[in-house]
């Protein structure tokens, strides 16, 4: 399972820890998050519970767990790809929004470790678009 969270989580070595830095020009409605671990694939998003916007330099915190995977290994392949929604909408599990506020960042890719904690760097506006950068 996914977990979104607002403040950091101690790694138990069951999860890979993503801390989500936005750096952006204006504040968004909803990040979108999809992984891909050895082909093992999962998505969620995170938005404010009280429909509010995320603000453009808010901090994120995002879990992706061991069990999702079928990999045993400590170390893993890992695959993120983040998509900005601009506006706000209500969130739902299949993550489709209208075409018109959803803009897709190039994936990110890297070896993870379970326990640790990766550091990613969104920047960017509406205007020239975004990416995520591996800090």
Known sequence: AYHKTRQAVQPDGQ?????????????I??????????????????SNADKS???K????YWQIDKQNSDNL??????SLRFT???AYCDPNYENVYPEEYMMPLEAVSFAAKYGETYAIR???DKASGYRAVLE
Request: proline share 0%.
């Open 29 to 46: 409605g909803l990040l979108i998050v999809e992984s891909d671990i050895g082909g093992s694939k999962a998505s969620g998003g995170i």
């Open 122 to 124: 969104i920047v960017g």
């Open 15 to 27: 999860q890979i820890n993503l801390q989500i830095q936005l750096d952006l020009k204006e504040d």
């Open 57 to 60: 330099d808010e901090a994120l």
């Open 84 to 86: 900005i929604v601009t």
């Open 53 to 55: 916007m995320l603000k």
């Open 73 to 78: 290994s400590d170390t893993v392949g890992l």
